[in-house]
């Protein structure tokens, strides 16, 4: 048979033809990538040299899944119906070709990649490699049989966790629950493989045995699988609102697991279809691939980053002790620096509590904790002991002064390529650097809380940031596993500035005589995590506010304090840190802390307000309208002009539902002339707040949207 192909290469090993994948980066199956394959394995078929057949990936990758960009220009079900059925049937002859095929995993084996897998008669995995089934994280469904071959395989429960979750399972789990036959180490894997495909050839193992189609042990009574489906179907819908790739999947499963595989696989494909076409999907494909280019910026495409080995945190509190974590996790060799002996073992002990999660899930033991404080971590109350890093990540007092002053004597300390790095969350870093005699070094990483569990990392330039520091602070983000997004300096950066626009629209509500449950409620159902009251009483109350007269006094009247805003901040109940806010959490169960409802009755007195009611899409409308405005003016302000990095900021900073894709693609999808229409409505019932931005009205006159492409 032919040895050339352009992905795939060709080794024949004691009658056993080795095919070894090579589509870079991921060995994803592209449409030339398929064909290939498909052309490989009927030149196999017809060569009588060849018994059986092996394939095997490159690197890191069996096969890593599909190309998913395909999806993102499909716009009929039609479109996809076709290619997706030529897939599936492509699998299915693997299955019942005429010579065995032994899957030998060597990395990475994931949405198609395992589909093809399990369209094979054997599979051999590398100790460690991830197997799984993730489509439903990118809005879509198994689309190449995987809904039907998991579950004969390792039986309903486990394939309904993988397909419903998305989430990889280790190749040590895969062979425990039958989803590989044997595990090996790496240098022994295509030997194992080869050797497994002669087992067939001796007829020690009998190929229609072994085809997954005709593994019918898993498959459950009719009882017991409506119960398990009508479980499912219940917790799924609870589960996933918003998303319908999870639904269609329970739905592929619990109408097909037939003795007519082939049936069930076409409702698969059917099902897969309308997945693709969906918004969601669009949506959630766009935000994978936004959140692989974050960071990549133009600026700094051909600026190599400094590396980083050694790191300084300055402070030890809830901040920088999860900092710490990431920095440990990381590998980097880190010197926690504090005013005293007292705030430094106050320190340790919470960056110990930092891994408590883990040890408790057994991910992590005691004694592995313990050496990594031993061998990476050391204390210091002396600046000076800071004159070999490589980055100071900063999270002291928020006093300019304070900051200035450490800065200052770090300048003197440290080498000239250390990065400066404050984590301030409100101060202006230009200002900051202005001390330096290098304010080029010195660069925004602002951390989200809990710093070691939220994904974002918001990079903000100052106004003399060098792209040197940048490119590094960029690797160093992604190097951390966190998602960088680069903003320039202003007042809020990015995210506080657009989480108040998304949020700040409620009082308007209010004061107009809108139950504030009833906008809580509906920014719940909308996706938010929690709505703007509940925000508030956890962010404290009293900080909202002053961030709000910094807004007020940096940005004009735009962003003047609202009447109300004003009257509940005099009250003195600041959130949860003071035992009451919007609500009185004293008791056991929160309730409504009657201080702000005297607020708001004396409010409507005084202003001839009377209760109303607004429809649920009044409210969203509303508030998503302010967001896209606030998200204008940034872009007009240069705080950012990208929108996928800005809609990402606000996915993984702040919640905003990943389905909806993020702040500006609502926008697109509402469209800019509905956008324009309603804030100029917005604008004459509430005034100045809801000016529309000269983009926004540029854009709705011209038919542009945020994206481009």
């Known amino acids: 048979m032919k040895t050339d192909f352009k992905t795939i290469a060709v080794e024949i090993k004691d009658g056993v033809g080795v095919f070894t994948m090579n589509n870079p980066p991921v060995n ?121 071959r998991l579950p004969r395989l390792i039986g309903l429960r486990y394939a309904l966790e993988m397909i419903t979750m998305g989430k990889p399972i280790k190749a040590e789990k895969a062979h425990m629950w039958g989803l590989v036959d044997k595990v090996v180490e790496a240098d022994k894997l295509v030997d194992k493989a080869v050797a497994a495909a002669r087992r067939f ?91 692989r280019a974050a960071g990549r910026l133009p600026r700094i495409k051909d600026v190599k980053p400094a590396q980083v080995k050694k790191v300084a945190m300055l402070g030890g509190g809830v901040m920088g002790s999860g900092i710490v974590n990431l920095l440990l996790k990381g590998g980097y060799q880190t010197v926690l620096w504090d005013i005293n002996d007292a705030a430094l073992e106050k320190g340790v002990a919470m960056v110990r509590k930092t891994f408590a999660f883990p040890i408790k899930k057994k991910k992590m033991k005691q004694q592995d904790l313990d050496a990594m404080l031993e061998n990476q971590l050391k204390t210091t109350t002396d600046l000076k002991d800071l004159g070999d890093v490589d980055l100071v990540i900063e999270a002291v007092l928020e006093n300019m002064q304070v900051k200035q002053d450490i800065w200052k004597q770090l300048e003197g300390v440290c080498p000239a390529h250390t ?7 409100a101060l202006p870093i230009t200002e900051m650097a202005s001390i330096l005699a290098d304010p080029g070094r010195m660069v925004g990483l602002h951390f989200f809380n809990p ?113 109300l805003t004003e009257a509940i901040y005099q009250i003195g109940d600041y959130g949860r840190k003071t035992g009451a806010g919007y609500m009185d959490y004293s008791g056991g169960t929160p309730v409504p802390n009657p201080k702000f409802a005297a607020v708001l009755k004396k409010y409507y007195q005084d202003n001839g307000i009377t209760p109303k009611e607004v429809s649920e899409q009044e409210i ?72 529309p931005a000269g983009m926004i009205k540029e854009m709705a006159e011209n038919g542009k949207t945020f994206y481009t492409n």
């Open 451 to 563: 710093a070691h569990r939220m994904q974002l990392l918001e990079i903000i330039c100052a106004g003399k940031t060098s792209d040197e520091t940048l490119s590094t602070s960029v690797a160093f983000g992604r190097a951390i596993k966190k998602v960088p997004i680069v903003v320039n300096d202003g007042p809020g950066f990015y995210v506080s500035r657009q989480l108040g626009g998304l949020m700040g629209g409620g009082v308007y509500l209010s004061a107009d005589g809108v139950d504030g449950t009833a906008v809580e409620q509906a920014m719940l159902n909308f996706g938010m995590p929690m709505g703007p009251a509940t925000l508030a009483d956890l962010t404290g109350i009293d900080i909202n506010y002053h961030v709000n007269k910094t807004f007020e006094k940096k940005l004009g009247e735009r962003y003047a304090i609202h009447p």
């Open 201 to 291: 050839t001796t007829r020690e193992l009998n190929i229609k045995a072994k085809m997954t189609r005709n593994q019918h042990f898993w498959i459950p009574s009719a009882a017991e699988k409506k119960a398990m489906m009508d479980f499912t179907k219940a917790m799924t819908a609870a589960q996933s609102k918003g998303y319908i790739a999870p639904m269609k999947a329970v739905e592929a499963i619990d109408k097909g697991l037939s003795y007519d595989i082939d049936v069930d696989l076409e409702r698969e494909v059917d099902l897969f279809a309308d997945c693709a076409v969906s918004d969601v999907a669009k949506n959630l494909i766009g935000m994978f691939l936004n959140t």
């Open 28 to 148: 994803q199956l592209s449409d030339y990538f398929i064909k290939e394959l498909a052309q490989a394995f009927s030149e196999a078929y017809e060569d009588d040299a060849i018994q059986a057949i092996v394939i095997t990936g490159t690197g890191k990758n069996f096969i890593a899944g599909a190309d998913i960009t395909q999806v993102l220009g499909v716009k009929t079900k039609e479109e996809i119906l076709g290619p997706a059925l030529e897939g599936t049937r492509f699998i299915s002859s693997i299955e019942t070709g005429t010579k065995p095929v032994v899957a030998a995993i060597n990395g990475n084996c994931l949405g198609g990649g395992l589909e093809i897998a399990m369209g094979c008669h054997y599979r051999v995995a590398v100790k460690g490699v991830n197997l799984g089934q993730p489509e439903v994280q990118i809005g879509l469904i198994p689309g190449g049989g995987g809904t039907q």
């Open 620 to 691: 969203v409308d509303l508030m998503l309208a302010n967001a896209i405005n606030e998200a204008a003016y940034m872009m007009e302000e240069g705080i950012c002009d990208r929108p996928q990095d800005m809609d990402l900021a606000m996915i993984y900073g702040a919640g905003f539902p990943p389905f909806r894709g993020g702040i500006l693609r609502y926008a697109d999808k509402w469209g800019l002339d509905k956008v324009y229409a309603k804030l100029v409505d917005l604008e004459k019932a509430y005034g100045v707040h809801f000016k």
């Open 419 to 425: 990065v400066f790095a404050t984590n301030t969350s």
